[in-house]
């Protein structure tokens, strides 16, 4: 079957970088997603990988190593806008979504 | 600008009740999707739609139904709510080519079921 585990909770400051890291097992893989989420809002589409390596998109950054089973968000120059969750999405073999449960991200002033 | 837009941000029924949620999107996409979203889990495929009066059972779909008359709008019914369909439910749709996962999401409909 398939799994995906992240960090519950994480907190850092505001201008520093944070690193939001998902590990996932499954039997078949056709790509990695990042979706953001604020409280009380919908998900919205952050990133994706498909090959190794790493994807930058402003001060959003994600990676992603097959062989390992994982990939990582980065943020930089944080601001207290990007308090939220990080949902960290694996697409099967069949072209499904699992999601994992999220990282609730917390900017401190 | 592109939305998905869900009929009620807030719901409360009672237990035995036939609740209707409602989504409509004006992107012209081909896939429309339900999920619910609890609590320390995942976001949990209810069913999903590839077409206009096709439906597909996704992960969890008992207790639920869908209908999809026309493009745009794909419905959530549950017959006889029931306490533990206390739940967020979000609608999304996403374009015709499966190997994309970018979806896009309605702002969701809080349910509570008493």
């Known amino acids: 079957g398939q799994n995906i585990d992240q960090p519950t909770e994480m907190t850092a400051t505001e201008g520093a970088i944070v690193q939001i890291n998902c590990t996932y097992q499954t039997s078949g893989f056709n790509g990695l997603f990042w979706y953001q989420q604020h409280a009380g809002e919908a998900p919205t589409f952050l990133s994706y990988n498909v090959l190794d390596g790493l994807e930058e998109k402003g001060r959003f950054s994600s990676f992603l190593s097959r062989s390992k089973g994982y990939s990582y968000l980065l943020l930089k120059e944080l601001q207290m806008k990007d308090s939220a969750s990080y949902l960290c999405?694996?697409?099967?073999?069949?072209?499904?979504?699992?999601w994992g449960a999220g990282t609730k991200l917390i900017i401190k002033p | 600008d592109v939305k998905v837009t869900q009929s009620s941000r807030y719901l409360v029924k009672r237990t035995g009740e036939k609740v209707f949620l409602e989504c409509v999107q004006d992107?012209?996409?081909?896939?429309m999707f339900w999920y619910r979203q609890d609590p320390g889990l995942g976001l949990r495929l209810i069913y999903f739609?590839?077409?206009?009066?096709?439906?597909e059972k996704g992960d969890i779909p008992e207790g639920y139904s869908v209908s999809r008359e026309k493009k745009e709008r794909f419905s959530l019914i549950l017959e006889s709510a029931s306490t533990n369909q206390t739940s967020m439910y979000l609608c999304a749709s996403s374009v015709a080519d499966r190997t994309t996962g970018e979806l896009f999401f309605g702002e969701g409909s809080r349910l509570t079921v008493l």
């Open positions: 992107m012209d996409h081909e896939n």
């Open positions: 999405v694996l697409m099967d073999s069949n072209y499904q979504l699992i």
């Open positions: 739609s590839y077409d206009v009066k096709m439906k």
